[in-house]
């Protein structure tokens, strides 16, 4: 096994699971906006709710759809790009894998079909309790991924024996102490993902035409979750530093670029760790500001990267994937605020803003998607070089394919991943040009 092998198999394994999250995402978030509009038609019976639910159903659909078949690819590489890693963790990855497949299984098989299928055959509560049902299963088969992830990032519950892991006690397992952050970053990226979506797909109309009322009731909608997201975002993110600092003083040391243990630490705003010298190149920092998010030893110093040498993450991208994420929220916080406050004397309607505000919203359509790629990074790289925080590295598990092997299968699956994508683009953009078709009523039930 070379270093080359390890590298491209991280990578390879990044794309895929990257390329999954991109319609996790809106899958998830997708999932309660249309339990939310259905909702809204239910209980106050305004068709705008119905055509918002009937226009982004179909964006749902195409959704489950990828998310399905790019998750195929991942299962796939956790055997064969990590072939060791089940036989260290089956016994705690086994049955939480199991969940999250039959749970996947038991909700897309008993309700999704009568969900986007059936509308005209069940009257309106039934429906609003099948969607109900689908965004309740969807939440849950995400769950269980998460807590395995949680508990790679700190493994309480199990002990090591003779190389693999055996479970004491699932209660543990399950609550890990980063469960519930990761999955709040999860919930909150996905409501962001979707909240721009829905604002971007909304900017684009109002440039085409006048929006009618389901239309301006999407792009409110959009709105008030932007604004409420990037608020919790940043709370769960502190939530999900201090957990790091705690159970993985390498990771936090390299987020804040600390290098030398007991110095007093800068808040780094940008910077180039130049891992070579162990130092920080052409930075901005605020002075002595930072520390907060560092962990500490017995003797209460704060703990740099000198202190881990030889089993640190890679710093520049632990750095800098986690300052991607804070802009990106930031510039998603400021951009929603700021057209709350334009258009709240004009009922939340995009069309009376100007040309380039408008642009920019369509522009900002997809920045969900960057802050949960680069929020990906930072939990994955960012744990490494341990697969199992500070037992398992990753050279222990995976496999020895040629190096050119895996860099020919990165650029196939690079390819497929670029196919499927371009495909999701142009049908969204036919939905948004041409609209839907009224699903038919028949014997008085819509």
Not at 235 to 258: D, F, I, L, N
Not at 284 to 300: F, S, T, V, Y
Not at 378 to 407: C, K, M, Q, R, W
Request: proline share 4%.
């Amino acid at each position: 096994m070379t270093n080359l092998t390890l590298w491209f198999s991280q990578t390879q394994f990044f794309l895929s699971l990257g390329f999954f999250s991109l319609f996790l995402v809106i899958e998830l978030g997708l999932a309660w906006v249309l339990l939310f509009f259905k909702l809204g038609a239910f209980l106050t019976e305004r068709p705008g709710w119905t055509a918002a639910y009937r226009f982004w159903v179909r964006v749902f659909a195409l959704a489950v759809v990828l998310t399905l078949a790019s998750s195929m690819p991942v299962l796939i590489q956790v055997g064969s790009l990590w072939p060791a890693l089940m036989d260290k963790i089956g016994d705690v990855a086994g049955p939480l894998l199991a969940g999250a497949i039959l749970t996947t299984f038991i909700f897309k098989s008993c309700f999704l079909g009568a969900m986007l299928f059936g509308q005209r055959y069940v009257s309106e509560r039934i429906h609003t309790i099948l969607v109900f049902m689908v965004a309740v299963g969807v939440t849950l088969a995400a769950l269980w991924p998460i807590i395995l992830q949680g508990w790679m990032q700190a493994p309480v519950g199990a002990f090591l024996l003779e190389g693999q892991y055996q479970v004491s006690d699932w209660h543990e397992v399950v609550l890990n102490p980063f469960v519930g952050w990761l999955f709040g970053l999860l919930v909150i990226i996905a409501a962001l993902t979707v909240a721009f979506l829905l604002m971007g797909v909304g900017a684009r109309q109002a440039i085409a035409h006048p929006l009618d009322d389901s239309e301006r009731l999407v792009f409110r909608t959009g709105l008030f979750t932007a604004m409420g997201g990037v608020l919790l975002l940043a709370a769960v993110v502190a939530g999900y530093g201090q957990q790091v600092a705690h159970y993985q003083p390498a990771k936090a040391a390299a987020t804040a670029g600390y290098w030398h243990s007991g110095t007093q630490p800068d808040l780094l705003l940008a910077a180039w760790p130049d891992e070579a010298k162990g130092d920080n190149r052409a930075q901005l920092a605020w002075r002595h500001a930072g520390g907060r998010w560092l962990a500490r030893d017995a003797k209460g110093e704060l703990i740099g990267l000198d202190h881990v040498a030889g089993m640190a993450p890679p710093v520049a991208l632990t750095f800098w994937s986690f300052r991607l994420l804070l802009a990106t929220a930031l510039l998603m916080g400021v951009f929603a605020w700021l057209v709350f406050f334009r258009l709240r004397k004009k009922q939340f309607d995009p069309g009376v803003l100007s040309s380039g505000w408008r642009r920019c919203l369509i522009g900002m359509t997809f920045s969900g998607w960057v802050l949960g790629l680069a929020g990906l990074c930072h939990v994955l790289f960012g744990l490494s070089p341990y697969a199992v925080n500070g037992t398992i590295t990753l050279a222990e598990i995976v496999g020895d394919t040629d190096p050119n092997v895996l860099l020919g299968g990165m650029a196939a699956y690079a390819l497929v991943y670029a196919v499927l994508l371009a495909g999701f683009l142009q049908l969204l953009h036919h939905i948004v040009r041409y609209g839907v078709v009224p699903i038919a009523r028949r014997r008085g039930r819509a």
